[in-house]
């Protein structure tokens, strides 16, 4: 994991790096969940460790993520506004079209 900018990471870097800090929290849980098993009475504080060691890192996904739906959001934008782009110029044909006969 880069800890770099997510403008800068490419959408592969972003999926990528998203998908392995969740793999890192889920092992971590799964951890902790044996460890609460193993001692019952120690449960609480296991999960409380478990999350405060977690935090940064749902943190940095949160903000991975984030970047990603900024990106879909643009890219939708644009496409929709070719698309009305395209239906204009598709009406203004069919207009012209018939007009001349």
Do not use: C, H, K
């Not at 790096?17 to 504080?45: H, K, S």
């Amino acid at each position: 994991m880069s800890g770099s900018d997510p403008t800068t990471l490419s959408n592969a870097d972003l999926l990528r790096e998203i998908q392995a800090l969740q793999a890192r929290a889920f092992e971590r849980y799964e951890d902790a969940a044996l460890q609460a098993e193993a001692a019952p009475d120690r449960a609480e504080a296991i999960y409380a460790r478990a999350e405060r060691e977690t935090a940064p890192w749902i943190e940095r996904a949160n903000a991975l993520n984030a970047e990603r739906i900024a990106r879909y959001r643009r890219r939708a934008a644009r496409w929709r506004q070719a698309a009305i782009a395209v239906a204009i110029v598709g009406s203004a044909v069919v207009a012209w079209l018939v007009a001349t006969r």
